[in-house]
């Protein structure tokens, strides 16, 4: 079955800073992609998603692009701040169109001032 | 309104109760879907109703047991816990049960955390 696997973390950086959390993915058929984010206390939030290969999606400053010849979702964003201290999944659909998000195991991110 | 709301935020309850966790949504979203998520650990899916119908049960102890009253509501009732069912609980919500292809997206609530004690 689609499985997703991300960088472990915690990922601590400094305000301003570059960030990459690397996601890879394996899966059958055409998967879409996703990358969810968790702030304390909360539900998940998506972030942001592609649907098809070379589709890059994007939002609040962070961006993701579909990459079908690397399996990959890796997450950036060019200037991070103290608010986006969270917890970020990657995600994708499950084979077969049933209805289920296969979650990879999350990253933390600590950004300090 | 697009929230996917969930009561209570906090439950605390011991091996021989029983109590329900409440979600409410007011998007007209005909799927509606529970999650446990352990601490640190990403949300496993439990159940997925469709149209006010049970699509999905992933195997889930019969100690939980979800209910969908109408198309914006959804409980899921608990009896006889153990401890280790001592989790966050979340509540989502899509348009339609299919995500991805056709381009949903899953709002979230909040989440009930439980303890078991």
């Known amino acids: 079955g689609n499985s997703v696997t991300q960088m472990e973390g915690p990922v601590t950086l400094s305000e301003e800073a570059f960030l990459t959390i690397n996601c890879t993915y394996t899966a059958t058929g055409y998967p879409s992609l996703f990358w969810y984010v968790q702030y304390p206390g909360e539900g998940l939030q998506l972030l942001l998603k592609?649907?098809?290969?070379?589709d890059k999606g994007s939002n609040k400053g962070f961006e993701a692009t579909y990459r079908k010849e690397t399996t990959s979702f890796h997450l950036e964003k060019g200037s991070v701040q103290v608010s986006d201290s969270a917890v970020y999944f990657c995600?994708?659909?499950?084979?077969?169109?049933?209805?289920?998000?296969?979650f990879g195991q999350g990253t933390t991110l600590q950004v300090k001032p | 309104d697009t929230e996917v709301t969930q009561t209570p935020k906090h439950l605390v309850m011991g091996m021989t109760n029983k109590k329900s966790l409440k979600c409410e949504q007011h998007m007209g979203h005909r799927a509606m879907y529970w999650y446990k998520q352990k601490a640190k650990k990403p949300p496993e899916l439990m159940f997925v109703y469709s149209y006010e119908k049970l699509s999905i049960n992933e195997s889930v102890p019969s100690r939980f047991s979800p209910e969908c009253p109408n198309s914006s509501l959804l409980n899921l009732h608990l009896h006889a816990l153990q401890p280790e069912d001592s989790a966050l609980y979340l509540c989502?919500?899509?348009?339609?049960?299919?995500?991805?292809?056709?381009?949903?997206?899953?709002?979230f609530g909040s989440g009930t955390q439980l303890s078991v004690l």
């Open positions: 592609a649907t098809k290969a070379d």
């Open positions: 989502a919500s899509s348009p339609g049960q299919v995500v991805g292809p056709t381009n949903e997206k899953l709002f």
């Open positions: 995600a994708l659909t499950g084979s077969g169109n049933t209805g289920k998000l296969i």
